[in-house]
């Protein structure tokens, strides 16, 4: 418990957070690819074929771990912007603006491979389903947060906070969006066939490859969320001496290395 | 005592901008002569679409004014002096929104019934529109102080004031525009009213703090 | 071999599918890349510039 509590505090000071997720940055990016690489495969070619959906199912492996993390990432948004808006942590700061555009990219995955999936299922390529619309209103949460933040660019901690408050704003309001929208769905049309289907997931072989899709897009996030919030830290402590320390000391290690 | 007299100086220096109260209602009439002339002016088709486009004009119309609540009080300095007089910054934020309110959510949902007949809302409706309007507006004027403190540093934010306020508005309108819908076609808007009801005593409850939050922020 | 990447007459839409899926990330991707190079680029020549300064007083 004492080690986990000064690991915590110790991810909480910029020079060690850039310190300690320098080395996680490269195993993520290689999980994230083993686990894509073993997960499409898997479920493009070996999983079986839906009965009702026929291979257009398919698309669950990248659709759905996609629409997971938008969500999973808004998440941790909010909650990064309440520790960044509370207690002024810097870290938190870096984590919440660099969770922002990868939440915003999975979101837009999500859209849009939905919308794939719309046409033969739907015959359109857009319904105002309950997923479907509360998930754009999800993108302009998102876009609300980046917003705010490159509007002040003069002042980028003044920014974070105002950011952090509207990320908690989204975070207060993205249950009452969802159950308004569910509802809303569930009274002006009869429900649309759903994507996920009455038939569902159930065979062993087809939730495999989901889940290890789920786990790859989780290791890819960590891996942008880590490399953007590092630049974050770079750019606003510029001036601080460690900063000068690490980069410098990045290049001594790479001549050395090549020496060898 | 000194809450009262916030308010009677905002609704003051709000009333002698008559554009607060004029411009919704003519950004109203303009919009609204463009559903026939895009549409088709057959009642059977404007009445169909009537409890929406009367619902989001009265939301747009709105959303137009929101940008310049904080605006003059935070370039002359008047925040300033609230927080240095001890002043509670969430009560000031109120007293923003219970005038916005007075000077532009009472026109706006009196005028909604005018933008009914015309665009042939059916007749029972009325009531219900108004009420509906009357639960809603201090809604927008609320949620629109949170979003104008955010925004009160920026330059040509009105945009940046949309994207902030509208994914706040949607089940607003959802329920607002949902429960005229529903007296249109005849049955009861109870429901809907009462979650618009549950919308306003929480928007009551944190659009003040999450205002003054943020006008903390920009003080700094 | 071809038959392995046949999806029936949702080609289109499988595929879409995973192409979005894999440009979205690749451009997240490269942009991160880029912006981090950008970053350590600027404090690199910053840092040598003003080294330079001190060292020719």
Not at chain 1, 106 to 118: A, E, P, V
Not at chain 2, 141 to 149: E, I, K, R, Y
Not at chain 3, 7 to 31: E, P, Q, R
Request: aromatic share 12%; charged share 15%.
């Amino acid at each position: 418990m004492n080690r986990l509590l000064k690991f915590y505090h110790e991810l909480g000071s910029p020079p060690s957070f850039y310190r300690i997720t320098s080395h996680w940055l490269k195993p993520m990016l290689i999980l994230a690819i083993i686990f894509t690489l073993y997960g499409l495969i898997d479920g493009l070619f070996f999983a079986p074929e839906d009965y009702q959906q026929g291979d257009s199912y398919r698309i669950i492996f990248v659709h759905v771990p996609a629409a997971w993390m938008s969500m999973f990432i808004y998440a941790i948004v909010g909650i990064s912007g309440i520790m960044a808006f509370v207690w002024r942590m810097k870290v938190a700061e870096a984590v919440m603006m660099a969770s922002v555009p990868i939440g915003a990219i999975f979101t837009t995955i999500t859209l849009l491979t939905g919308m794939l999936w719309g046409k033969p299922m739907w015959g359109t390529y857009w319904d105002w389903d309950a997923r479907m619309t509360s998930e754009l209103i999800l993108l302009f949460l998102y876009i609300g947060v980046m917003g705010i933040y490159s509007a002040y660019d003069e002042d980028p901690r003044k920014a974070a906070r105002l950011a952090a408050l509207v990320a908690i704003i989204g975070l207060i309001n993205l249950p009452i969006i969802r159950y308004s929208v569910y509802w809303w769905t569930s009274i002006h049309q009869g429900s649309s066939v759903s994507l996920m289907g009455e038939s569902g997931i159930k065979d062993w072989a087809m939730l495999r490859p989901l889940l290890v899709m789920a786990l790859a897009t989780k290791f890819y996030y960590i891996h942008s969320m880590l490399c953007r919030a590092q630049s974050h830290l770079l750019k606003t402590e510029q001036d601080k001496n460690w900063v000068k320390l690490a980069l410098t000391g990045e290049r001594k290690d790479k001549t050395q290395g090549g020496n060898l | 005592m000194r809450f009262g007299a916030l308010v009677k100086r905002d609704v003051l220096v709000s009333w002698r901008k008559k554009s607060n109260i004029y411009q919704p209602l003519v950004f109203q009439l303009l919009i609204v002569t463009m559903f026939p002339l895009g549409l088709g002016a057959g009642a059977q088709t404007l009445a169909k679409i009537a409890p929406a486009v009367v619902w989001i004009l009265a939301l747009l119309s709105t959303l137009i004014t929101l940008e310049n609540i904080f605006k003059d009080d935070y370039e002359d300095g008047s925040l300033d002096v609230y927080v240095l007089s001890g002043m509670s910054l969430p009560l000031a934020a109120f007293s923003k929104a219970t005038a916005h309110w007075l000077t532009t959510g009472i026109p706006v949902m009196l005028f909604a019934p005018v933008i009914g007949v015309l665009m042939h809302l059916p007749e029972q409706s009325y009531g219900v529109l108004l009420l509906s309007l009357l639960l809603a507006t201090p809604i927008f004027s609320l949620l629109g102080t949170v979003g104008s403190a955010l925004i009160v540093n920026i330059k040509n934010g009105g945009m940046l004031l949309s994207v902030l306020i509208m994914p706040l508005l949607s089940p607003v309108l959802i329920f607002g525009a949902g429960a005229v819908l529903e007296t249109t076609l005849g049955n009861s808007a109870l429901g809907h009213l009462l979650l618009l009801l549950g919308c306003a005593v929480l928007a009551l409850t944190l659009a003040p703090l999450a205002a003054a939050a943020a006008i903390k922020v920009n003080l700094e | 071999m071809i038959e392995i990447f046949d999806m029936g007459k949702y080609d289109f839409y499988v595929w879409g599918s995973i192409g979005v899926f894999f440009f979205a990330l690749l451009a997240d991707y490269i942009s991160v890349k880029a912006k981090s190079n950008h970053i350590k680029r600027l404090i690199k020549t910053k840092s040598r510039k003003t080294r330079n300064r001190s060292n020719q007083r």
